[in-house]
């Protein structure tokens, strides 16, 4: 299904301030659709204004449907466009006209334009909303629903104004509160005319057992908030929304419970009358959340630990290397400090991080890095990295990294004939880690311009513990492939594929 903005560049000739405009209106519409118990269609002139494409739907979550088909990409022409066509070129809601079938499901059609306001003052019809009304349960309305209705009119008048939808602040969502969590309607001079029943228990739970109508809402917060700067923010942006501002959407704490609100000004015609109070009992969203917050501190202290143990059991043996006399044993135990080192790596960076996962470029840059200063060689070694590993989970970078600093020693170590007893490499000694995904899998590429491997080298029956490690962690942890080759222009590569379906990755 194509989007809003493929739609319309496609078969519009709307700008893109123009576009910008729409999907604010359709970030903000489920509030009109479920005050006005309504389907709401997006349609946007084509062919000269000679039919109507439907660019975007919302369905209420308070009343039936009238669609049971979405209607998105839709193109509307003749007698079927009459509505959309006097709100277009007229400027103005169209509410006139019989009730239209929809199969076997009677619906009321209405259209509001969308207006857009520019930097100049100059303003602009853009686009029409349907608003088309499920009859079929048509009924004498509640309180409830008429306080609905009015307060859609208003929004929707203002929708025709090109004052809403408000704009929208920095790292806030569209998805809550949303009207049936709690509605408040204020008068002109803040006080409630009407609260639903979730906002009433909102506000009990909050401490205030009377009933909300007549109220001054927001001196009401200031009473119950348990933070007096909290309960002022809270009151003074409803207050602003009663100026006919949008503040952002505020939080209140008060007797363990926590409610969010959000203010809209309602203002249809230019003309401030109030305004529309959303709340939203978020008490046990915010208890996960501290628990959630409590826990990662836990995870990031136990791998803060880890990382000093890790590091502790690296100085007893390079301690205990310092101390043995046979050689091989003195460089069996270096071996075991810079795999120990490495992984004390990643629960380093675990231990900064929120996330059970580690933006896993700079371990490499650090491992490829100790490689060359601690590798037991007479060559001056390059390091180099293309391509980027990204961000890990845990469970592939501990393993990798242990793969990756055994593949560097190796190709340090290993793939440099000592000064005087070989051809030195063109350009100089260089060992280049390259990194790219592909199909949901991770490849990773160790080569150098060395010497190459030796004739009739098998790398499954080799004795050596390096390759042992390397093979068996790359088969085993990671689920991989793992195969060491010769270049074509000389050297060694090791080309490891790691599989990334299964696991957490960005």
Known sequence: M???????????????????????????????????????????????????????????????????????????????IAHLTIAYSQGRIWREGDPVWYGDVPARHEAIPVRLRRGDGDSEVIAVVGRDTNLSTAR???????????????????????????????????????????????????????????????????????????????????????????????????????????????????????????????????????ALVLVRDITEVRRRDRALITKDATIREIHHRVKNNLQTVAALLRLQARRVGIPAAKVALEESVRRVASIALVHETLSMSSDEAVE?????????????????????????????????????????????????????????????????????AEVVVSAHRFRKQLHVTVADNGRGLPEQFDADSSGRLGLQIVRALATGELRGTIELRNRAGGGTEAVLIVPLAAARVR
């Open 360 to 428: 896993f470029d700079g371990i490499v840059d650090r491992v490829a890095s100790a490689a060359t200063e601690v590798a037991a060689t007479e060559v001056a070694v390059r390091m180099r990295r293309e391509g980027t590993f990204g961000v890990l989970p845990a469970e592939i970078a501990t393993s990798l990294v242990m793969v990756l600093n055994e593949l560097l020693l190796n190709a340090v170590e290993h793939g440099f004939p000592p000064p005087g007893e070989g051809e030195p490499a063109m350009g100089g």
């Open 140 to 274: 004498t309305p509640s309180q409830l629903e008429l306080n609905y209705l009015t307060t859609a009119d208003d929004l929707a008048q203002m929708v025709a104004d090109g004052t809403f939808p408000p704009p929208r602040h920095p790292g806030e969502t569209t998805s809550a509160p949303r009207v049936g969590d709690g509605l408040i309607r204020l008068d002109a001079n803040g006080k409630v005319t009407y609260a639903s029943p979730n906002a009433q228990s909102a506000y009990r739970r909050l401490g205030f057992s009377a009933h909300l109508v007549g109220e001054d809402l927001a001196a009401l917060n200031q009473r119950l908030a348990t933070d007096p700067l909290e309960g002022t923010d809270v009151a003074n942006g409803m207050l602003a929304a009663l100026r006919g501002e949008a503040p952002p959407r505020r939080e209140l704490d008060a007797r363990g419970a926590t409610m969010l609100t959000r203010a809209l000004p309602l203002m249809p015609a230019g003309v401030p009358i109030g």
């Open 2 to 80: 194509s989007t809003l903005r493929d739609l319309a560049e496609e078969h519009t000739n709307l700008r893109p301030a123009d576009i910008d405009h729409l999907h604010r209106v359709a970030g903000d519409w489920q509030l009109l659709s479920d005050l006005s118990f309504a389907d709401l269609l997006l349609w946007v002139p084509v062919d000269n204004d000679e039919t109507f494409l439907c660019v975007a739907q919302v369905r209420p979550t308070t009343a039936p449907t009238a669609y049971q088909d979405d209607q998105v990409g839709r193109i509307v022409g003749g007698p079927e």
